[in-house]
């Protein structure tokens, strides 16, 4: 990874430096871990393994930190309300008359 690295984080979309992406490293702002496939260039659902990297071990929990030498911090990791949480409380105040 290179020194310059810099991304968001895959839970609330704060900037974060490449000194955020070490494996136990956690986001300044929501505490959620940032060494996880979530936070990667190569995440991608749907893809065997969701990575695009043919060759990366596989990971169970992609929010998880994981040893992975292939991660690379995404800029776009974020997906503003595509949080299940979010999701779920949405559809529950959907259908809560």
């Not at 979309?13 to 000194?19: D, I, P, R, W, Y």
Request: aromatic share 8%.
């Amino acid at each position: 990874m290179s020194p310059n690295a810099s991304g968001v984080c895959w839970s609330c979309g704060a900037e974060l430096g490449a000194s955020d992406y070490v494996r136990e490293g956690e986001c300044p702002a929501c505490r959620k871990q940032t060494h996880v496939c979530a936070n990667c260039r190569f995440y991608e659902v749907g893809r065997p393994n969701d990575c695009q990297e043919p060759i990366a071990e596989p990971v169970t929990d992609k929010r998880r930190a994981n040893f992975c030498d292939y991660f690379e911090p995404s800029a776009d990791a974020h997906t503003p309300g595509g949080d299940a949480d979010t999701l779920r409380s949405a559809a529950d105040d959907l259908f809560n008359i």
